[in-house]
């Protein structure tokens, strides 16, 4: 199961790919709470919940059919959450009237497609990230290294998949040892530093500094890994830790020679959602 946001209008939709069936599972909340547009969340859910009950004492199957799968949640902690196919969300669409009903069908059918195409064809998820980012604004070279620094975690994530790495939690864990050891912040004090809000990628914020040292860093802990064979939790960490290590010299020497910080507040928010969080801080 493969989880991640995907964007509909303003709306965050939280979504997990099942890569054994090759099906999207999207959370039903969130599909409810653009139906009915609603920007309160626990509105959204209380409204589904009064739905989903009706639903029940009709017979529905599409209540029947949606899967308790754990999500993310702005908190950054996992729940069991309602999810469905986008077959049974478009039933549950007719349930609900709004204007977004049409909409919203369009949009799952593109997601569906898209998904389809990039089955086929890899790089066309690779583009539509590309041509993301420099909607953004991001500059080509800035681009390039995000890029090159996915693939290098991607080999990171698959060596400790195969090496008795399994929990989500674990993950967090080592990406977090790594990051504290070459940056000397947490992941969590880095998003501070930068004022982001919870729900964003760091990765998507980061300098072409940042980016550069956290490539080198995973690199390394990656080659150490497998030089050592680490193989669970703590043998990951001492490799993570020494691979964070080697970055962590490259920037004290870099910081030294430039009188430059690296860990940067930069973090390429647009202005509306900067002021948004000034006005609650």
Request: with cysteine.
């Amino acid at each position: 199961m493969k989880s991640e946001l995907t964007i509909f209008e303003d709306y965050k939709i939280r979504r997990i790919y099942d890569e054994k069936t090759e099906t999207w599972f999207f959370s039903v909340v969130d599909i409810v709470q653009v139906l009915i547009q609603q920007a309160d969340y626990q509105s959204a859910r209380n409204y589904w919940k009064v739905l989903k009950n009706r639903l029940k004492k009709e017979g529905s199957e599409s209540v029947t059919k949606c899967n308790r799968l754990k999500l993310e949640a702005s908190d950054g902690k996992q729940y069991l959450t309602d999810t469905a196919t986008a077959e049974i969300i478009l039933r549950l669409v007719q349930s609900i009237p709004s204007p977004k009903a049409e909409p919203i069908k369009l949009w799952l059918a593109k997601v569906g497609y898209e998904r389809m195409q990039e089955m086929t064809d890899p790089s066309l998820s690779l583009n539509r990230a590309r041509e993301t980012w420099q909607k953004h604004g991001r500059s080509n070279k800035w681009i390039q290294q995000r890029m090159m620094g996915q693939e290098t975690r991607n080999k990171l994530t698959d060596y400790w998949a195969t090496h008795e790495v399994k929990e989500r939690k674990d993950f967090a864990t080592l990406t977090n040892v790594i990051h504290q050891e070459w940056s000397e912040v947490s992941v969590k004090k880095h998003k501070e530093i930068k004022k982001l809000p919870k729900d964003r990628n760091l990765r998507d914020h980061m300098t072409e500094a940042e980016l550069v040292f956290t490539a080198l860093a995973e690199l390394s802990t990656r080659q150490i890994a497998e030089g050592m064979n680490a193989t669970g939790v703590k043998e990951n960490i001492k490799a993570g830790k020494s691979g964070g290590n080697i970055a962590k010299k490259a920037r004290v020497e870099l910081e030294a020679k430039t009188g430059k910080k690296v860990v940067s507040s930069e973090n390429y928010l647009p202005v509306n959602t900067r002021k948004k969080l000034k006005e609650t801080t």
